[in-house]
């Protein structure tokens, strides 16, 4: 999460910002299977390119036949006749030109389309490993920047082809026109090559020094937007204001230096099309003074020049974009290439439902875990839920009570060891399966911008409106819904912003209640909470956990005094189990943790009568909130 205390460490990362190849063969294979279903409209495409291309180089060429055949010749029919032909050719190519380019846009748009819906769908699919290793901006970056960048690969990439395709058309005309004027407009190509060579330099440093300015200021944006409660919390807005200032200036700085780079690539081009029109009006005209060449031929000419000049143009200005697009393909194919590090077994089965939806064994095996290598984080854990059991974990941060709750919902897999469900390892079976018989609640619950039906309907689609409503009263949150707006199709905003922690998690209760799971993960599901709320998330909780497995993650202690059973982890191993009053009797951590909770309270530890909430499993009492343990 931001904190919002500024922002003058950030950074742009150099992934994002580096050029890389003009052309890559292995990002353009890559491509082939996302333009391969739209082969034919390519096919009409580069068709409708090829008679813009050939029309675009027949003009001239047309004029100069006209001049020299029928003007000199004084036949009006004639250059009736050619004129009409010279419109034909312009108004097919310029059909043509329209027909090409709403081709490639429509293509392009569909490759658009196909990429960030794999992408989404892939990014669903892939581990919880790979977001403990890759930033959620990066990822983003990924599925909106890059695959823009590939789409007007994909289109401007096919247009670049008819550029070059149309200075090959005229530097054939030319030279099947007259070889001595063509090779005097060749002259200029050298100097042409160094201003661009010289320009592209500029031009690269110029463009990376925006895009990572740019960079600069969306981080910006992002990280205090995320962590404007602390901002203002702390009175950081005249600071944060100054430094993001600079950054915008930054930006604004890059802009206009590229701006000035951009600008001097077209006068430069302008007049070196102005020297070669010069040359051949010169050697041209005085060749037709002397009878040695037509008129219409050195017109012809003089209208070529401009022609040569534009696709070269075109191609220069492409080369950074080109560059771009191919290191976004390839971040964006190295992303898809990334295996999920927890995947279904070939063989694996559908997790057994019996008749009852009594609650499951989940089993630890001398499980063993780590995140990363040499780092371990469990270390041969054995533990056993029976059925229906409400066991707690506690401990101190760090001693992997998360851990063991995201292995038995197999968001990792056990470096060692094995974790079952009614026997059966979960490995073995298939996540879906494994998934529907199971339920998280989080301490911060999740709620998506959708309303709140489809949020409460969210793991289980095919509920009807009334199990919906049924799931709603028996958390005691239905009277609450039918009093909002639109009551259950009232939109609840980003992330429930529109509602409380308390209603957000009540609505979360609902969720897990609907999808009727056999294992119940709970982690410190009412931590979060004002004491006005705490009585009706404690009866929605008495509901939910009736009948179920239930692993509790706990952070205050007293929320698990009367669970079944209470598992005490330090450093990735147990160190002790038992109900609350054997383990204050036995001391060691569990007593030290109760002692370090409560020691502002004037009551000893021992007292059972301290003031405490309480996890209210079946048949417990209702108790007061309490200080929250260190």
Do not use: C
Not at 565 to 570: E, N, P
């Amino acid at each position: 999460m931001a904190h919002g205390h500024g922002h003058g460490h950030i950074t742009a990362g150099d992934d994002d910002e580096r050029l890389g190849k003009v052309y890559d063969q292995q990002v353009v294979a890559r491509l082939f299977p996302y333009l391969r279903p739209h082969r034919l409209q390519l096919a009409w495409a580069a068709a409708a390119m090829l008679v813009a291309t050939f029309a675009g180089v027949a003009t001239p060429w047309l004029i100069g036949q006209a001049i020299d055949r029928f003007v000199a010749a004084k036949d009006v029919p004639g250059l009736t006749a050619i004129s009409l032909v010279l419109l034909l050719t312009v108004v097919v190519g310029a059909g043509a030109s329209y027909l090409h380019q709403v081709l490639l846009a429509d293509m392009g748009q569909k490759v658009l389309y196909a990429l960030r819906t794999g992408l989404f769908d892939h990014l669903q699919r892939l581990s919880l490993s790979y977001y403990d290793r890759h930033a959620v901006g990066r990822v983003m970056s990924r599925v909106q920047n890059d695959v823009q960048q590939l789409q007007e690969f994909v289109t401007t990439g096919i247009m670049t082809l008819g550029d070059f395709l149309g200075l090959v058309g005229v530097v054939v005309a030319v030279l099947l026109m007259d070889l001595q004027l063509a090779l005097l407009i060749m002259t200029v190509i050298p100097v042409l090559l160094a201003v661009m060579t010289v320009w592209q330099r500029h031009a690269r440093r110029a463009y990376t020094r925006v895009r990572t300015a740019l960079a600069l200021v969306n981080a910006a944006l992002q990280e205090n937007i995320s962590g404007v409660r602390v901002v203002q919390s702390l009175r950081r807005e005249e600071e944060n204001l100054r430094r993001f200032d600079d950054t915008n200036r930054g930006h604004r700085d890059a802009n206009l230096g590229s701006a000035r780079v951009s600008s001097t690539l077209f006068p430069v081009v302008e007049l070196l099309v102005a020297v070669a029109t010069a040359l051949v009006l010169v050697a041209g005209g005085m060749r037709v003074l002397q009878g040695a060449l037509d008129v219409g031929t050195l017109v012809a000419f003089a209208l070529y020049v401009q022609r040569f000049f534009d696709p070269i143009r075109n191609l220069t200005m492409q080369y950074s974009e080109f560059q771009r697009a191919m290191v976004a393909g390839e971040r964006i194919f190295r992303l898809l290439d990334t295996r999920p590090d927890v995947v279904d077994a070939r063989d694996a089965l559908d997790l057994p439902l019996p008749h009852e939806r009594k609650g499951a064994e989940v089993q630890f095996e001398d499980v063993r875990f780590s995140y990363a290598p040499e780092v371990e984080v469990l270390h041969g854990v054995s533990l056993t839920v029976r059925p229906g059991e409400t066991v707690a974990l506690v401990g101190p941060t760090g001693a992997g009570k998360t851990t063991i709750a995201a292995l038995i919902a197999r968001f990792y897999d056990a470096t060692a060891g094995r974790v079952t469900v009614d026997g059966h390892d979960v490995r073995a079976v298939t996540r879906r399966s494994l998934a529907r018989q199971m339920a998280m609640v989080l301490q911060e619950p999740f709620l998506f911008s959708a309303s709140v039906r489809e949020n409460i309907r969210y793991g289980r689609l095919d509920a009807t409106d009334a199990e919906v409503e049924a799931a709603a009263k028996a958390v005691d949150v239905h009277d609450f819904v039918q009093r909002l707006d639109r009551g259950y199709d009232t939109p609840v905003g980003e992330r429930g912003i529109s509602l409380s922690t308390g209603q957000r998690q009540l609505l979360s209760f609902a969720r897990a209640l609907l999808a009727d799971p056999r294992i119940l993960i709970l982690d410190e599901a009412t931590a979060s909470v004002d004491p006005g709320t705490e009585h009706a998330i404690q009866t929605a909780l008495r509901t939910l956990l009736r009948g179920r497995t239930a692993v509790i993650i706990a952070h205050r202690l007293s929320t698990v005094r009367d669970v079944d059973r209470i598992v005490v982890l330090d450093q990735g191993r147990i160190v002790q189990e038992g109900r609350h009053a054997e383990l204050l009797a036995q001391g060691g951590l569990y007593a030290r943790l109760w002692n370090m909770a409560f020691a502002e309270a004037a009551a000893p530890v021992e007292e059972e009568e301290s003031p405490a909430e309480t996890y209210a499993v079946p048949g417990q009492t209702i108790e007061p909130l309490e200080p929250r343990s260190a």
